[in-house]
């Protein structure tokens, strides 16, 4: 069993950055595809950067040029930077693990419980 903890949402202006943390613990983080979802109000959840055990990476077109997905397999963690956040980036934020990138995408085994962001205009 996988656990998994983000950190690091908060309140922000247009314009600013933050970087939201996910600690895994209870598996082979190595051999995970992690994957970082957003949640607006209102709105489905969708995926918005995910990174394979073998450091692939892919971003949802709203997002590319933005933000930054990464891991530390060292630490157990994933890491995702978020630069010029608009208020639209304004959601709950996931973390979720699973060993299959496809799965990842649609039916990931491992969620965190989220961090919120704000943005304001």
């Known amino acids: 069993q996988v656990q998994l903890v983000e950190s690091g949402g908060g309140w922000v202006q247009t314009g600013g950055s933050l970087r939201l943390s996910c600690a895994a613990s209870?598996?082979?983080?190595?051999?995970?595809?992690m994957g970082w979802f957003r949640q607006a109000p209102g709105k489905q959840r969708g995926m918005v950067a995910a990174?394979?055990?073998?450091?692939?990476?892919r971003y949802a077109d709203s997002v590319k040029g933005r933000f930054t997905i990464s891991r530390d397999n060292a630490k157990n963690t994933v890491y995702l930077q978020m630069n010029s956040l608009k208020p639209e980036d304004t959601a709950v934020y996931y973390c979720?693990?699973?060993?299959?990138?496809?799965?990842?995408?649609?039916?990931?085994?491992?969620w965190g419980q989220g961090t919120q962001v704000t943005v304001s205009s």
């Open positions: 209870g598996g082979t983080f190595s051999r995970y595809a």
């Open positions: 979720a693990a699973d060993t299959t990138y496809g799965r990842l995408w649609v039916t990931p085994d491992y």
């Open positions: 990174i394979t055990s073998a450091d692939s990476i």
